[in-house]
């Protein structure tokens, strides 16, 4: 018990932190354990439909691939199976990942021989609960931390497979770790690269085929069941930020990298400790620690990549993967210096420098914490004054019915409707058309009606001149007690009469629904019968 007394430690802290932003968020929300995000409930609702209709796709009536990861709603989905379907069902999926990633880092220092006293390895757990952090994206229920889970796998595995004698089963357990992370987001593709050419490199040319088709495989299985339901070869999500990405640039790493969001994140702090590391190592101990200078070699192999290919930030869960990655691979690199030679000159020098990478890692990274978790409360509680009361009105009055929507999680998840996705997620042909740069009004109005949909819910400043002169506003429902910067894509969403006809149904159900509505949200009628019978006059 004395010996693994950090793991404890981290542990309860982790239930500690959890706990308290747990409680923040539900006197908050007025008792609603809900996501900071509207992306959690996409996933929830893919699984939703495949656990009960087995229908890939954000509503039951048609396929989409609205998901940004291929295998955690299939994770959701088995588990609604198992448990039924709840919402808490991510968030306590992520509980499970984040204790196993705090056992699998702390045993794998120590498998690898890189061992640090019990006081720098509670220091290095509680970095990975507060600064991944592993607390904030828990709330998020989302797979990033499967994602970061994965490439811990996929390190150690590759560690083990490539001693002088490697470990059993560890070609095995590479292959199934590449084949998790690539699952995980297509970022995953990133490492599993990377590896394969270190595997490449040492003429492991048979395990570096293996991983790189388990990878590969995935990819391609998914992207032909997505071809065969009617949808592209990659999910939406990436098609559409593609289409929406600026011009290609081969610098684009470098902005990514170094930009506002990177330094105050911890991605910039992070690569340069790695960099500094590496070049250190290979200066003074140019034949020792290979393995550890491999892991370095991917993880800002990696780092490049997804700088110039994939994008940080979105509440800070794109590069969590990358920030626990680097905490693992830097106290590591700790741990190594601190053990150091013979020389007592040498030794001396070699624990001066990782004292230093230890004391801007802790302060660097602390900016990061402090930010994720003063943002969740706030963010939680504008998807609950704003998406999960357009699911409980939806709920309530237009269920089977036919929606147009640009913000779909929670409306599909708890409720039953015909979803049109105005923004591409869940919608293919509005997907190809955005993607083509052909999404007008003509062809808004166009999809409504061949969709059968009688009213939308929208950001009206997303359309500004894309609503169809036909369509009637309603009514705006601005949330106003919002504090600091939110997630939303606007503090005021406005329903439309689709066809005109149905302004006077939809203005009492909105005005039967309003007395429900937070104290936070403020409704506004835009149309009454007499404002009608006058504009017709």
Known sequence: MKKVWPLWFATAAYFVALGVLLAIILGRTHGHQLYPLDDTYIHAAVAKNLALHGVYGITRYHSSFPCSSILWPFLIAFTFLIVGVHVWVPFVLNIAISLFILWFSYRLLRRVGMYLTPALEALFLLLLVCSVPLVGMTFLGMEHLFHLLASLLLLGSYEAATRPKPARGAAALLVLASFLVTGARYEGLFAVLLVCGLLAVKSRWKLAFAAGSSALLLVVAFGLYGLSQGSTFLPSPLLIKTAGASKFSPLTWLHNLFGRHALISGVTLVFLLCCVLLIYLQKSFPHQHSQLKHWLLILLGVFLLHAQFAQFGGFFRY???????????????????????????????????????????????????????????????????????????????????????????????????????????????????????????????????????????????????????????????????LKGHSVLGGDTVTFYAVDPSEAPTLARNLLDFDRQLPPGVRSKQLWTASSAEQSQR
């Open 319 to 481: 590069e969590a993967y990358l920030i626990g990655a680097g905490i693992v691979v830097i106290f590591a690199g700790v741990s190594a210096l601190m053990a150091s030679g013979t020389d007592h000159a040498f030794s001396r020098e070699a624990q001066l420098v990782a004292k230093v990478l230890l004391v801007l890692t802790v302060l660097g990274l602390g900016a990061r914490a402090a930010i994720v978790f003063s943002i969740i409360p706030e963010q939680t509680y504008g998807v609950y004054a704003q998406q999960y009361q357009v699911a409980a009105f939806l709920g309530q009055h237009y269920a089977g019915q036919g929606v147009a929507l640009n913000d779909i999680g929670a409306p599909n998840y708890f409720d039953d409707i015909r979803c049109l996705d105005l923004w591409g997620l869940g919608s293919v042909d509005v997907e190809r058309l955005r993607v083509s740069g052909t999404f007008d009004r003509d062809a808004i109005d166009r999809l409504t009606t061949t969709g059968h949909v009688q009213i939308a819910v929208l950001y009206r400043s997303w359309f500004t001149d894309k609503i169809p002169a036909r369509w009637v506003p309603v009514e705006d429902w601005q949330v106003t007690d």
